[in-house]
């Protein structure tokens, strides 16, 4: 069974800095693009970020870009996320990119107060 596991989420001052985590298993990622996704409520799943195949590719939102910066290894997605601004206060997710609807997992929240 694939299961995509988010991790590193919290609640940080505007400013302040998070590294979120996507660790994947029941099968490899290795050749996949893997992108990351947020959510609020009553809003739907958008893109944030997503990076190919051994990383020769990355692309950003608009709002998140000179921010966040995406990157992975065989296996786990990484998004560091710098100078937080409360309108990224979200559960975030990874998934393929684009997203299979059968990958996703529960999330991490991400707070951030101004």
């Known amino acids: 069974q694939v299961q995509l596991a988010e991790s590193g989420g919290g609640s940080v001052q505007a400013g302040e800095s998070l590294t979120l985590s996507c660790v994947a298993t029941g099968r490899s990622f290795g050749s996949d693009t893997m992108g990351w996704f947020r959510q609020t409520p009553g809003k739907a799943r958008g893109f944030v970020a997503a990076?190919?195949?051994?990383?020769?590719s990355k692309s950003y939102a608009d709002s998140v870009k000179g921010r966040f910066t995406i990157d992975r290894n065989r296996n786990t997605v990484f998004l560091q996320m710098n100078n937080l601004k409360p309108e990224d206060t979200a559960v975030y997710y990874c998934?393929?990119?684009?997203?299979?609807?059968?990958?996703w997992g529960q999330g991490t929240q991400v707070t951030v107060s101004s």
């Open positions: 998934n393929t990119h684009p997203p299979d609807s059968t990958n």
């Open positions: 990076v190919s195949r051994y990383s020769h």
